[in-house]
């Protein structure tokens, strides 16, 4: 594939993106709310009920310190960083836009350690490359890294 295409293919998939956040708010028209959540990721079923957690798992919601529980929107393409255990397991932080049905749309994640703020993602070391979904990277194939990166 040309250098040219797989630009204009990347540049596509941005702007599809960025938009499915907009078009899902216009649908349900509603106003949308950003928040701060602090607590961590748990694995529901199609109900919204809590279930156990496995490898299996492609849904996710999010219990926040208070009891308050939220619910990742299906298409929410950062929410693919909850189907890695480790990310799961951490205390988070999640910035989100609340939508209808207390759906929370991710726009930025963090770990917390001791109080403390870190950024979450995963890197290739090889290609210089910072996503927020694991797996192999896109460019040189090997696995991704997941760090944390402390916030200054």
Not at 31 to 46: F, L, M, R
Not at 74 to 93: C, G, I, K, N
């Amino acid at each position: 594939m040309s250098v040219m295409r797989k630009a204009g293919l990347s540049a596509i998939v941005g702007m599809l993106l960025m938009t499915s956040g907009s078009i899902a708010g216009i649908e349900a028209g509603a106003s949308a709310k950003d928040v701060e959540v602090q607590g961590k990721v748990i694995c529901i079923d199609e109900a919204r009920d809590e279930i156990p957690c496995s490898g299996e798992s492609t849904r996710f919601g999010f219990s926040a310190l208070g009891g308050k529980r939220y619910f990742f929107m299906p298409d929410d393409v950062r929410a693919e960083m909850f189907r890695d255990h480790r990310v799961r397991e951490r205390e988070l932080v999640v910035k989100g836009r609340i939508r209808p049905q207390n759906q929370l749309e991710i726009i930025k994640v963090w770990s917390v350690k001791n109080g403390q703020r870190f950024d979450i993602h995963y890197f290739c070391a090889v290609c210089n490359i910072k996503t927020h979904v694991g797996g192999p990277c896109w460019c040189c194939q090997q696995d991704f890294e997941l760090r944390e990166d402390p916030i200054d």
